[in-house]
T-cell receptor, first 113, second 117 residues
């Protein structure tokens, strides 16, 4: 069964601190993995796209890693800001099928001053 | 970057009435759009796939006669919630694929908050 699990479910950190969000998946066949940021009451916005051959990719203060062998990904946020408070959703794309996006339940990050 | 818009951003309607939500791809053509529903503190749940010029494909458990989808052009898909009930209150998000060669980027709209009283 194709599943995407994220941890932790929620996280509270102090402004300026770093944090790491985890994503484990069982989706097969794998095409790529995407991290999205979703602010409350808004649609998801893409942060990174990881293909099978990519281990690490950065987008500003966001760094995503992918281990395709263990089917794990992480999103590291450096020097957090209050505006980073949002839900972070891991989405795994399968190679097959038109409806081939599998969503994690998200990690709710709250950055406090 | 490509943008997907939704209108309205929020709507309140009375039980038994119908509500139409529009989804537009602003600077690319989308042969396929997707409609999702999201309840509080939950992830997006795919409702249906909207195909330009043909009938939508609904996920199991989604009533096609209640959630009418029309993809009349390459830049517009509409979702009509018919005979709305309070349990239909949710956050509805559309998504569209921007194909670039053999790969694509999937963009999400800002969502529409529906409240049925």
């Amino acid at each position: 069964k194709n599943q995407v699990e994220q941890s932790p479910q929620s996280l509270i950190i102090l402004e300026g601190k770093n944090c790491t969000l985890q994503c484990n998946y069982t989706v097969s066949p794998f095409s790529n993995l995407r991290w999205y940021k979703q602010d409350t009451g808004r649609g998801p916005v893409s942060l990174t796209i990881m293909t099978f051959s990519e281990n690490t990719k950065s987008n500003g203060r966001y760094t995503a890693t992918l281990d395709a062998d263990t089917k794990q990904s992480s999103l590291h946020i450096t020097a957090s800001q209050l505006s980073d408070s949002a839900s972070y959703i891991c989405v795994v794309i399968s190679e097959t099928g038109a409806n081939n996006l599998f969503f994690g339940t998200g990690t709710r990050l709250t950055v406090i001053p | 970057g490509a943008v997907v818009s939704q209108h309205p951003s929020w709507v309140i309607c009375k039980s038994g009435t119908s509500v139409k939500i529009e989804c537009r791809s602003l600077d690319f053509q989308a042969t396929t759009m997707f409609w999702y529903r999201q309840f509080p503190k939950q992830s997006l749940m795919l409702m249906a796939t909207s195909n330009e010029g043909s009938k939508a494909t609904y996920e199991q458990g989604v009533e096609k006669d209640k959630f009418l989808i029309n993809h009349a052009s390459l830049t517009l898909s509409t979702l009509t919630v018919t005979s709305a009930h309070p349990e239909d209150s949710s956050f509805y998000i559309c998504s569209a694929r921007d194909w670039r060669g053999s790969s694509y980027e999937q963009y999400f709209g800002p969502g529409t908050r529906l409240t049925v009283t």
